[in-house]
């Protein structure tokens, strides 16, 4: 086996355990949100929270679909660098939304998210960012045109 098929096996094989670790944490937090009582209520408020996120169904359940999502996509390092791209652009938009919902508080805001919530969905997409940059610089050295 010469060294260019043993860097095309091996380049970007970290990606998939961080996408898998990533996935795992995400649904965590949307089971841990599930099984927590105080989620049945719709709406804006502070008290509805696991640890220091909040809490509400459709942050649950979103929490929930990035995790099962990122085990799926784990499973080949395509799927992997495809989800890292996904993850910053949705990721950035929760971010975006979430610091106009959280700077305006109003109370019909049916995510429910507040400062952690922000910083954790902000960090996501910083990190999404840099995987995905890393892993298809990675995949361009391994597969010269």
Known sequence: MSSTEIRSRTGASWLRPVVAVVG???????????????????????SRAFWIFSLTPLLNLVHSAVGVLGLLAATRRTGAIIYCWVLFVGFAGMTAYGVLATSFSTPEDP????????????????AALVLGIFAARAANRNHPA
């Open 111 to 126: 995510i429910n998210l507040n400062w952690a919530d922000n910083g954790l969905h902000g960090l996501t997409a910083l």
């Open 24 to 46: 795992l944490l995400y649904l965590a937090l949307g089971v841990a949100g599930f099984l927590t009582p105080e989620t049945a209520a719709v709406g804006h408020e502070t």
